[in-house]
């Protein structure tokens, strides 16, 4: 799942410590952008954008 979140999401920092993420890593200019492409708001950094999308999903 492509997931899109905050430069500061602790969740991420932690996962890009570790290794992750880092060559895959994608920056979008805003959130209608990230949607369009088909990423999922984060449910930590963004849980009020998350619980919306679970709702429609």
């Not at 410590?17 to 449910?43: I, K, L, M, N, Q």
Request: glycine fraction near 6%; charge should be positive.
């Amino acid at each position: 799942m492509r997931i899109y979140g905050r430069l500061d999401c602790r969740s991420a920092l932690r996962h890009i410590a570790a290794g992750h993420y880092v060559p895959h890593r994608v920056f979008f200019a805003d959130e209608v952008t990230a949607v369009t492409a088909g990423y999922r708001p984060c449910a930590r950094c963004l849980p009020a954008a998350y619980r919306e999308w679970k709702q429609q999903s």
